[in-house]
């Protein structure tokens, strides 16, 4: 009888420390540039105006993600995977655009997102990149991404993502977009919006192909 009950303790302390003890990692991105350094429009000049207002989720999307052959020289090598934000399965972040912030006061571009994976809660590890993955901020010129016409990204080789864990490092996880190194898609020195949507380069590209068709007939 004593061993049945010392069995049944065991199994329920087992039982209480995985609830207790799941693996979590702490997790903050953000950008709170002073006023001379903003997301810019295509020319590389103008700000982008696109916080909305000072309530949260209607700004210009944003996305925390990778790039599935991304490296150190070229963190926006492959296909764009989206974990936080518009369009993904991650309840963790899943609205996120320019201007939000905890405390609902954002009229800019700057952001802040602060959480915590959990493994206790499955909404917040749908879909994680493997340790070590090169991660990078997405940001569009719309807020719903179906709507965007060019979008950029940003980059930096000391943003890798770790794994949740029993003893997760001191402060998690930050991707800063203030951080020393940082590289943006297009080649450029600043943070902007200079990558054309696919479906509007091709039209453009249909435009520019009509556009010379049409001088050879009249020549």
Do not use: H
């Amino acid at each position: 009888m004593n061993l049945r009950i010392l069995s049944v303790t065991f199994v329920m302390a087992a039982v209480s420390s995985t609830a207790i003890y799941a693996d979590t990692i702490g997790l903050t991105w953000k950008y709170n540039p002073p006023t001379a350094q903003r997301i810019y429009q295509a020319d590389g000049i103008t700000p982008l105006s696109g916080a909305g207002t000072a309530a949260n989720g209607d700004g210009f999307a944003l996305q925390l993600g990778y790039y599935s052959m991304s490296t150190t020289s070229n963190p926006f090598n492959g296909t764009w995977i989206p974990v936080f934000g518009e369009n993904t399965s991650t309840s963790l972040f899943s609205v996120a655009t320019m201007g939000d912030n905890t405390a609902k006061t954002g009229t800019d571009v700057r952001f802040l997102f602060s959480g915590t994976i959990d493994t206790a809660i499955p909404g917040t590890i749908a879909g994680l990149p493997a340790a070590g993955t090169i991660m990078a901020i997405k940001y569009y010129d719309a807020n719903l991404i179906t709507n965007m016409l060019a979008y950029g990204a940003a980059s930096n080789s000391s943003w890798l993502w770790i794994s949740p864990s029993a003893i997760p490092p001191p402060g998690g996880m930050m991707f800063n977009m203030k951080d020393p190194g940082m590289v943006y898609a297009g080649g450029v020195s600043v943070p902007m919006v200079n990558v054309p949507e696919p479906a509007a380069a091709a039209l453009l590209l249909m435009g520019g192909g009509a556009l010379l068709t049409l001088r050879r007939r009249r020549g």
